[in-house]
């Protein structure tokens, strides 16, 4: 059966309604790349699902696979949250979901009213200014992290998305998902931040790699993914064809580095999940070798802190005169 558009989002509105019929489940919309309307990348998506619970949810994040390649992520959250809509308009994550996405369960009109505050001049040039602050200073609290072992690395990537994306937050939403680096790149070089899009580019070391090197280190990111996924579920067979999939998908299309950031992120992430129960691990020697090519590796350590430090100042910059 071909999956389509509309099959996800129906799968999503009767997530959505079984939820508020067994739970207390208040509200449910749908965001992400379902509603952008481009879901699919090498036969999977994943369907970004929030509910609003009338109480605390017991868990901030559920990953339900509904087969081989298609699941939903599911963002739990409590009413109290949304008690504010006006706030909510200059939240970075938060305000953009909330601007446009899909109403699929919402029987006491709660999002609907909550939605209503949020989009009352959300574009405003000033509520654009305040969002992308707060990426720029959620990119600066996570900074120290860099400056000590271990982990260091997802942190510091973590750090050079969140200032990228206090610019990209200037000229519309955050980027975010599967195709972060083609639609980061876009928004960047639309809105004449060419030489930052290069800066962000050398943080992580991707304007150096030879693309050869990509489908040797995307085995290697599946082995310790897999590994990772006896621990956590973030790491589950669908969230790993979920991802593998899409590498595949650009490389085959000749656009490899278009998958760069997201790899070595996931594969970090996988890395940390593995040192938590096994500092002696094979999976660690091919990650070290990876970091070492890429300058990332904890002798460069000290000078790639100070490298973000610099591109933070330079975000930091732009948006004092946008202002």
């Known amino acids: 059966m071909r999956v389509t558009r509309e099959k996800l989002i129906n799968l999503a509105r009767e997530e959505a309604e079984r939820r508020g019929q067994t739970e207390n489940v208040l509200s449910g919309y749908l965001i992400g790349s379902v509603v952008s309307g481009n879901p699919m990348i090498g036969g999977s998506a994943d369907i970004d699902l929030v509910l609003i619970h009338q109480d605390q949810p017991l868990q901030n994040r559920e990953i339900v696979p509904l087969s081989h390649d298609i699941h939903l992520d599911i963002a739990h959250h409590a ?122 580019e050398d943080l992580l070391g991707s304007s150096t790699l030879r693309e050869e090197l990509i489908p040797e280190w995307i085995d290697l990111w599946e082995e310790a993914f897999d590994a990772a996924s006896q621990h956590d579920p973030t790491c589950s067979p669908v969230r790993k064809n979920y991802f593998l999939k899409s590498f595949l998908s650009f490389i085959d299309t000749g656009i490899p580095q278009e998958i760069f950031w997201l790899l070595i992120f996931t594969w970090s992430s996988a890395i940390e999940i593995l040192h938590t129960v096994n500092e002696d691990n094979p999976y660690f020697v091919h990650w070290e070798s990876a970091l070492d090519y890429l300058k990332l590796s904890p002798d460069h350590r000290v000078n790639r802190s100070n490298q973000l430090e610099d591109f933070l100042d330079h975000v930091e910059k732009i948006l004092d005169e946008w202002e």
Not at 99 to 117: K, N, S, T, V
Not at 157 to 175: D, K
Not at 193 to 198: D, G, V
């Open 79 to 200: 009413c109290e949250l949304y008690q504010h809509p006006p706030d909510l308009r200059v939240d970075p994550w938060l305000g953009p979901s909330m601007c446009e996405p899909i109403f699929l369960y919402d029987p006491e009109h709660f999002f609907e009213r909550a939605q209503a505050g949020v989009r009352g001049q959300f574009f405003r040039s000033d509520h654009a200014y305040t969002r992308s602050m707060a990426f720029l200073n959620r990119a600066r609290k996570m900074k120290p992290a860099t400056d000590s072992e271990p982990g260091w690395v997802t942190k510091y990537m973590q750090s050079a998305l969140e200032a990228a994306n206090a610019l990209a937050s200037l000229g519309g939403f955050p980027v975010a998902g599967r195709r972060i680096t083609v639609l980061l790149r876009s928004r960047l070089l639309e809105l004449d931040f060419k030489q930052n899009w290069h800066e962000f």
